[in-house]
């Protein structure tokens, strides 16, 4: 398998555990603050940071693997590269909006459907590909 045949997809994972470990370090932060004091205030900031964490780890690796297959499957670099956009942009809209507002607020269902319609697009064209592969050989 040549390297160039991930390259797109590796870009979106990169981008991605970088986010991933900035909302890793928000959540520790969140938990020592709580622990220092136990307040209404802490409790909300670590259920916010918790959320975010946990959407995003619940969420991105079929993502991406579905990204790294398109890649792999010979999707247009093109198509790769808007999916990648379009899930990296999902997952900063719902980080920023549940780390200010929480799990119930607009921009965390923006980013949790965008992350959706990623991974059904990203699906569909890895099935059609394969559809195209096993009828035409």
Known sequence: MA?????????????LALLYLV??????????AHRARRTAA??????????AATDFAGSVPLALIVLALCDLMAVSPYVVHVLGLGLLAARLIHAVDVSRRGPASTGAF???TLTWLVILG?????LLRCLQYLVIG
């Open 23 to 32: 909302l890793s370090v928000r959540l520790v932060r969140a938990r020592v």
């Open 122 to 126: 990203a699906a569909a064209l890895l």
């Open 3 to 15: 390297v160039s045949a991930v390259v797109d997809a590796a870009v979106y994972a990169g981008l």
């Open 42 to 51: 802490t409790q909300a900031a670590l259920e916010r940071a918790d959320a």
């Open 110 to 112: 923006a980013g949790i």
